[in-house]
């Protein structure tokens, strides 16, 4: 009775739950990008994204400040709060005067700093500082360690947003990225067509080079193409990285659809040349139709790598700031200028993977279909 036609295999279960775990592992490193890039630098440094809920202990430094000191016998008092005079916020647990032991007496405690001199802070932040010596210009030096609420806030993506060129580093993405996702799929519909359904000579040779392209790596043929490029006069151009991503997604693209072309259902194909159909008009009315599946997964592969391309770009495009795209902005502007402050990273690489996401949901349904038709072959 297990195997009757049409009963669900006893193993579904463990493909279901296969599935869930491949889409957690793919969600949780964006889920982490996400959290990241509303928390400030700070935060991002002492503890990880799941931790971004609940409080976390830091360490801050300050100066007790010597503004209006006043006298208790022979000493002199200096008076404050360490929050106010600074940026940290929260609760404080425990302060010291030297960097290799910030947290040396606990709050509340009255330190003893030697030559008479003693400091004690609350845990809210107010500090008492005594000293027989008239206070200079510079105050002693505090360190501190302060449980600080979580931060979230809209300031990263207002930097990142309102950087000096994102909005046309956006547009020249697009730029780039929509005519070098159609033009391959235009030109290897037409070649998978003629690899699959047309006889001619040398067709086998042509399949075998195909397959043998798409081992090659690109950065072998950056160089020459860039050459090649400016001896036509499109170097450094729109034009230029257009043809650039044309020529190294076309192995991919036409493997992909020539596979799935070949298993396209024959006697239709045959059917529709026996009632005097011509090759271009099977190729238009029938097979580009059934091959849609395999024409958006490979959108989906091809959109996703020349969005997030980053070498291509720096190779076939201007340095000018009215040229750069967003990955080449992020990597030139944001990563060079503030290479340490995670927060705005996270941020741009979010906004950068934004436009793909919203791609690859749209259109995921027809990727496995397309896929799977094509690696069977």
């Given at each position: 009775?297990d195997?009757?036609?049409g009963?669900?295999s006893?193993l ?12 957690v ?5 964006t889920?982490?990008?996400?959290v990241?890039s509303?928390?400030d630098?700070?935060q ?11 409080s ?10 010597t503004?209006?000191p006043?006298r208790?016998?022979d000493l ?6 360490i929050?106010e ?9 425990a302060?010291g005067?030297?960097?290799r ?8 405690t009255?330190a003893d700093?030697g030559?008479g001199?003693?400091l004690?802070?609350?845990t ?5 500082y005594?000293?027989?010596?008239e206070p200079g210009?510079r105050?002693e030096?505090?360190y ?9 806030s809209?300031?990263?993506?207002r930097?990142?947003?309102s950087?000096?060129?994102?909005d ?6 697009l730029?780039?990225t929509i ?14 067509y ?5 006889e001619f000579p040398?067709?086998?040779l042509?399949?075998a080079a195909v397959?043998g ?7 072998l ?5 860039l050459?090649l490029?400016?001896k ?8 230029g ?7 190294f997604?076309?192995?991919?693209a036409?493997?992909?659809l020539r ?6 259902p ?6 529709a040349k026996v009632?005097?159909?011509?090759d271009?008009?099977?190729f ?13 997964s490979?959108?989906i592969?091809?959109?996703?790598w020349t ?5 291509v770009a ?11 795209v ?6 030139d502007d944001?990563l060079g200028?503030r290479g ?7 941020t741009?690489?979010?906004v950068?993977?934004?436009v ?5 949901f749209?259109?995921?349904r027809y990727l496995?279909?397309g ?6 072959k």
């Amino acid at each position: 009775m297990d195997n009757i036609a049409g009963q669900k295999s006893g193993l579904s279960w463990a493909v279901n739950i296969s599935v869930v775990v491949m889409v957690v592992l793919w969600l949780i490193p964006t889920v982490g990008l996400l959290v990241s890039s509303f928390r400030d630098r700070d935060q991002i440094s002492v503890s990880g994204w799941w931790q971004a809920p609940f409080s976390i202990e830091q360490t801050y430094r300050g100066r007790v400040s010597t503004d209006n000191p006043s006298r208790e016998g022979d000493l002199y008092v200096l008076t404050g709060n360490i929050f106010e005079e600074g940026e940290a916020t929260g609760t404080l647990n425990a302060f010291g005067t030297s960097g290799r032991a910030p947290t040396q007496y606990p709050a509340g405690t009255v330190a003893d700093l030697g030559d008479g001199a003693t400091l004690t802070i609350a845990t809210n932040g107010d500090y008492r500082y005594t000293t027989p010596e008239e206070p200079g210009g510079r105050g002693e030096r505090i360190y501190f360690g302060a449980e600080t609420p979580p931060d979230f806030s809209l300031q990263n993506y207002r930097t990142v947003l309102s950087s000096d060129g994102m909005d046309v580093a956006f547009i020249n993405t697009l730029t780039v990225t929509i005519p070098a996702t159609i033009i391959p799929i235009l030109i290897a519909a037409f070649a998978a067509y003629a690899l699959a359904w047309m006889e001619f000579p040398g067709r086998g040779l042509l399949i075998a080079a195909v397959v043998g392209l798409l081992v090659v790596p690109l950065q072998l043929a950056l160089v020459p193409l860039l050459n090649l490029h400016n001896k036509v006069g499109i170097g450094q151009s729109f034009v230029g990285i257009w043809l650039a991503h044309t020529g190294f997604g076309l192995p991919l693209a036409i493997y992909l659809l020539r596979n799935y072309m070949v298993g396209l259902p024959r006697d239709i194909i045959e059917s529709a040349k026996v009632d005097g159909a011509t090759d271009f008009e099977v190729f238009t009315k029938i097979v580009l139709p059934l091959s849609f599946p395999a024409l958006a997964s490979f959108a989906i592969f091809q959109f996703l790598w020349t969005w997030n391309d980053l070498l291509v770009a720096k190779v076939f495009l201007p340095s000018a700031d009215e040229s750069k795209v967003m990955t080449v902005k992020i990597a030139d502007d944001l990563l060079g200028s503030r290479g340490g402050d995670w927060g705005i990273l996270a941020t741009a690489a979010f906004v950068s993977i934004a436009v793909p996401l919203v791609v690859f949901f749209t259109m995921q349904r027809y990727l496995v279909r397309g896929l799977l038709a094509g690696s069977v072959k």
